[in-house]
């Protein structure tokens, strides 16, 4: 089946890199639109046999589509497409803004609309997919079979994603971010700590914790029971951060949420 994406930019081009190499999708059957001219010349160098083509030649060719531009940039496309596409097309949108319904009232085809995570990159991580009112099931079992190659689909319906945006899509940024000041912070507190060595205290912790959770089947609540021992430095970190990283967290969610409802 030929597929295009349309806008190989940071999240288009890591879903073709992903498909291509995992084998979900074989070079000749991918599409491939973008502004600009470079990164499409960057991703066929590396992919013999790719095509690249306009949106309205996507449109016209491919039956499973990925719209993986921005919102300013959506109207425009769609305009460009809007003949060739039909109700045998099937277009997702990476989108986390537009309502489904809204894109469904202006398009003839089936709709969809798909949240990546950079995990995807190594063939991990969650997938977000909600699905329109006029998708079917064998839409369903073609996108999270093809899903499944580069990670974890998870079905969400619309009210969720807001919150599931920000824990799935935007979580690596968030926890990568808190890392990243936790060993700042320790290298500010105690100046013999030198940077690289604080990196690779907390980085090679957090691989070995998240290994805990996976493999020895470990719950977050079990870690912290087990390290945190009464009396001890760590229980005091804890209750340290108890009394601002829950309100910090609240805040976050409470203000992208806001943010998301006003654009």
Same mark, same amino acid.
């Given at each position: 089946?030929?597929?295009?994406?349309?806008?190989?930019?940071?999240?288009?081009?890591?879903?073709?890199?992903?498909?291509?190499?995992?084998?979900?999708?074989?070079?000749?059957?991918?599409?491939?639109?973008?502004?600009?001219?470079?990164?499409?010349?960057?991703?066929?160098?590396?992919?013999?046999?790719?095509?690249?083509?306009?949106?309205?030649?996507?449109?016209?060719?491919?039956?499973?589509?990925?719209?993986?531009?921005?919102?300013?940039?959506?109207?425009?496309?769609?305009?460009?497409?809007?003949?060739?596409?039909?109700?045998?097309?099937?277009?997702?949108?990476?989108?986390?803004?537009?309502?489904?319904?809204?894109?469904?009232?202006?398009?003839?085809?089936?709709?969809?609309?798909?949240?990546?995570?950079?995990?995807?990159?190594?063939?991990?991580?969650?997938?977000?997919?909600?699905?329109?009112?006029?998708?079917?099931?064998?839409?369903?079992?073609?996108?999270?079979?093809?899903? %499944?190659? @580069?990670? !974890?689909? &998870?079905?969400? #319906?619309?009210?969720?994603?807001?919150? +599931? =945006?920000?824990?799935? $899509?935007?979580?690596?940024?968030?926890?990568?971010?808190?890392?990243?000041?936790?060993?700042?912070?320790?290298?500010?507190?105690?100046?013999?700590?030198?940077?690289?060595?604080?990196?690779?205290?907390?980085?090679?912790?957090?691989?070995?914790?998240?290994?805990?959770?996976?493999?020895?089947?470990?719950?977050? %609540?079990? @870690?912290? !029971?087990? &390290?945190?021992? #009464?009396?001890?430095?760590?229980?005091? +970190? =804890?209750?340290?951060? $108890?009394?601002?990283?829950?309100?910090?967290?609240?805040?976050?969610?409470?203000?992208?949420?806001?943010?998301?409802?006003?654009?």
């Amino acid at each position: 089946m030929n597929t295009g994406i349309i806008g190989v930019g940071s999240m288009g081009g890591m879903l073709a890199r992903a498909f291509l190499r995992s084998g979900a999708l074989a070079a000749e059957d991918l599409w491939v639109a973008n502004r600009s001219q470079a990164k499409l010349e960057v991703l066929t160098a590396a992919h013999e046999g790719l095509h690249i083509a306009s949106a309205r030649q996507i449109a016209e060719r491919c039956d499973l589509i990925f719209l993986c531009v921005g919102d300013a940039d959506m109207a425009g496309l769609l305009a460009e497409m809007e003949s060739e596409l039909s109700s045998e097309r099937l277009l997702l949108t990476t989108s986390g803004r537009i309502p489904l319904p809204s894109l469904e009232a202006r398009v003839p085809c089936r709709v969809a609309r798909l949240i990546p995570s950079i995990t995807q990159e190594i063939g991990a991580g969650i997938a977000l997919l909600t699905y329109g009112s006029r998708a079917t099931g064998e839409d369903r079992a073609l996108l999270e079979g093809l899903l %499944a190659r @580069i990670g !974890r689909p &998870v079905v969400i #319906p619309e009210t969720l994603a807001r919150p +599931a =945006i920000g824990l799935a $899509s935007g979580g690596p940024a968030l926890l990568a971010y808190v890392l990243q000041t936790m060993a700042e912070e320790a290298v500010r507190s105690n100046s013999d700590l030198t940077p690289e060595l604080a990196r690779q205290l907390v980085l090679e912790t957090a691989g070995a914790t998240l290994r805990l959770v996976s493999e020895a089947r470990m719950t977050t %609540a079990e @870690i912290i !029971r087990r &390290v945190a021992l #009464p009396g001890g430095m760590t229980e005091l +970190a =804890i209750e340290i951060l $108890s009394r601002f990283l829950p309100q910090a967290w609240q805040c976050m969610f409470r203000e992208t949420s806001q943010r998301a409802k006003s654009t």
